[in-house]
């Protein structure tokens, strides 16, 4: 069911931020790391960025890669076991449920959006890398795709709440994001090579000060964002 | 209520911050709790505090009122992606099964921001006479088409020198016919009207006679991150 054209348009409608799925809600740990004032300024932002798809964002794109080939192949027997494993992968209760409740909603618009019977699959609450993984699977997007359609959403998410939380200018922003362009896309790379594999194998990459952090927001009652 | 209820009535409350949506909310839980089997959706700028007023406002059991975050971007949280407030009124409904009425307050905002006809079937717009007297002829999508309009705290009237009766006309001026509700609490015949009106529809939506209208978008405008979400949308 891969597209002859290569799905790049499937991909970007899967990508694009006005997705009605809800992530705008989120910063994806960068307002907690600001409110602790370990970033300041933009090259804190970019530092933060870089880890966070080094981490978090590799971590994503592995499981949505593997979600997505297992989905292509109308074998979701093991997705329990994927969700297990991304659960060992994630320590903070916190952002197992941010994740969990990010995948729902993506589930509840992209069955709306484009009907597949796998979606009804996925159990209550599966985790955000893993639906995108099948919504890749269910347009015609192979894993790569799928990889690098978490890791945009990862990364752009986060650098679009700095407009909100930090003194910037958008355009440095963006700026940042056009120099990660090549990091995501090597990233993209080793999730799919990975994705073939066993699921205790997936990388499992870790940031546990972003763990600590996603638990400090949670006990915060001013915020802006849900995590 | 009755067998051919699909599902409850979702009704909006929208409107700009301080007019009173909570405490519209609050005095319609009170008046019709006995009623109706009910739940409330808050959707706060930041932190959950509108949740929290209606907790310890004790109007309803507190697990039936929930607060959804909407990222600072409120106005986008009820027309936009409408995701996070459908799932959390699903949840209620499937959660206190049957439910005659589910509430959705939006985060207080400008005066364009209304909600989408995917989310409710029916949208209060809560003006305030303490705002100013001239708001209500501004006009706007809530103002001219929201179901019902309401221009809230009459009791400040003579403390702010706004004209009730002017600011109701001027109300029923851009409407277009459509209904104008002075409301006060400290005016219990004010409440009974609402209370009434909310019942009305309620009969409505359960005999299947309720067509949700869709007052319009808001007016265009831009995000730095996102240059035309104005569109993203239809427009019939």
């Known amino acids: 069911m891969a597209r002859a054209a290569g799905g790049s ?92 409740n990010l995948g ?23 985790h955000q890398p893993i639906v995108m993984g099948v919504a890749a699977a269910v347009l015609g997007l192979g894993p790569r795709d799928a990889a690098l359609a978490i890791l945009h959403e990862t990364n752009s998410g986060a650098a679009a709440a700095a407009a909100k939380v930090l003194r910037v200018d958008p355009f440095e922003v963006h700026a940042i994001l056009a120099r990660m362009a090549d990091r995501l896309d090597r990233l993209a790379g080793e999730a799919a090579a990975a994705a073939a594999g066993p699921a205790c194998d997936l990388p499992a990459p870790a940031s546990p000060l972003a763990d600590i952090a996603a638990e400090h927001h949670r006990r915060t009652h001013v915020r802006l964002f849900a995590s | ?30 008046h019709l709790r006995d009623e109706f089997a009910l739940g409330v959706i808050t959707n706060d700028i930041y932190t959950d505090e509108d949740a929290r007023f209606l907790k310890s406002a004790g109007v309803l059991p507190e697990e039936r009122i929930r607060a959804v975050e909407t990222g600072a971007c409120p106005h986008t949280a009820i027309r936009d992606d409408v995701t996070m407030n459908l799932m959390a009124v699903e949840d209620m409904e499937r959660d206190f099964a049957p439910l005659d009425i589910v509430l959705v307050e939006s985060g207080g905002d400008n005066l364009t921001a209304t909600f989408s006809p995917a989310l409710v079937d029916a949208q209060l717009f809560v003006l305030d006479v303490a705002g100013g007297g001239d708001v209500a002829r501004k006009g706007g999508p809530g ?37 104008v509700l002075a409301l006060s609490r400290k005016h219990p015949d004010t409440i009974e009207k609402l209370c009434d009106w909310v019942r009305q529809l309620h009969a409505a939506h359960a005999a299947g006679h309720h067509t949700p209208v869709d007052p319009g978008p808001m007016a265009p405008h831009h995000h730095p991150h996102d240059s035309n979400h104005a569109h993203g949308h239809s427009h019939d």
């Not at chain 1, 705008?24 to 966070?52: C, K, Q």
């Not at chain 2, 009535?9 to 519209?24: C, E, I, Y």
């Open chain 1, 9 to 100: 348009a499937a991909l970007l409608l899967l990508a694009d931020g006005r997705l009605p799925a809800g992530g705008y809600a989120h910063s994806g740990g960068l307002e907690p790391a600001v409110t602790a004032g370990r970033i300041t300024d933009m090259a804190g932002v970019e530092r933060f960025l870089i880890g966070r798809a080094e981490t978090a964002g590799l971590t994503a794109a592995a499981f949505a890669a593997a979600a997505c080939s297992r989905a292509a192949r109308d074998d979701l027997s093991d997705l329990s076991g994927l969700e297990a494993e991304l659960d060992a992968r994630i320590p903070s209760p916190e952002l197992r449920t941010v994740s969990r």
């Open chain 1, 104 to 126: 729902r909603q993506l589930r509840r618009a992209m069955a709306g959006i484009h009907p597949h019977p796998h979606y009804a699959t996925l159990g209550a609450a599966p």
């Open chain 2, 1 to 30: 209520m009755t067998e051919k209820t699909p599902r409850s009535l979702r009704l909006g409350v929208a409107g700009p911050v301080g007019t009173g949506k909570s405490s519209v909310i609050a005095t319609l839980c009170r």
């Open chain 2, 143 to 179: 103002i001219a088409r929201a179901d019902l309009l309401i221009i809230n705290k009459i009791d400040l009237g003579p403390h702010v020198d706004v004209d009730v009766a002017q600011m109701v006309a001027d109300a029923e001026g851009a409407r277009e016919g459509k209904p």
